[in-house]
Every structure is written in C-alpha cells, then in structure tokens.
C-alpha cells in the first residue's frame, strides 16, 4: 500500500512539473505579429497549443484535408494583440470558402517560421 501511495505522489509531482513547464511558454507571452496587407491587420499568436488543440489538426491532416487542418490552425491560433481571438469557431465555414487561401498559407508559414525562429533564440 505504501509504495502505490509514493507512486502517486510521484505521478502527482510530475503532472504539476508538467503544468508548470507549458505554464512557463504560455508565459513568454504572445508571438508576432505576422503582417497581413490583404485584410488589414497584424495577427500575434501563442507559443504553444495545448494537445487537444494540436490533436483536432493532426486529424485532419492524416484524414487528407490538409486546406481545413491550416484554416482550424488560423482559428485556433490568430489573435489581436491583446490575446484575443480574432476568428470563432464558427468562421471556419467562411474561411474555406471565401478566403484566399494564399493569404492563409502565408500566415501559417510565417508563424511557423517565427515560432521556430523564437525556439532558436530560446535554446541559445
């Protein structure tokens, strides 16, 4: 009994480790901005999702539908300066049908370049 009483209190230490670690990226604040000419705005964005979040985008992807996967990432990643979103759920439906879908692609790569860019400096 007493060594499944120390593994739990292990596995508990662990898990607030965890937390505390994406704590501290969520804490470096938000990312950006990626200029957007085209609708007139500047996106920021967070360093982190959490795996629900990255979970929904990897379905897609494995599922073929890569052009949703990048319109789920830009709503669940875009947002003002202030750290609020700028897409609902709700937009998805408009995003794949009326945006250019070169303006997105750019976005998404360029937060993904930033993003690896900041990890870089991180590290060093």
Known sequence: MKNKQSETKKMTKLIDKVETHFES???????????VPEWD???WWRPS???????R?????????????LVVTLIQKAMDKDGKPLFAPSDKLKLMRVAD????LRVITEMNDKQT???????N
């Open 101 to 104: 879908p070169k303006v997105i």
């Open 117 to 123: 860019e900041f990890e870089d400096a991180v590290k």
């Open 49 to 55: 999702s959490t795996m629900a979040e990255e979970s």
């Open 57 to 69: 985008v990897i379905e897609l992807s494995q599922a073929g539908k890569t052009t949703e996967a």
């Open 41 to 43: 705005e500047k996106i």
């Open 25 to 35: 990226v969520l804490a470096n604040g938000l990312q950006g901005p990626v200029e």
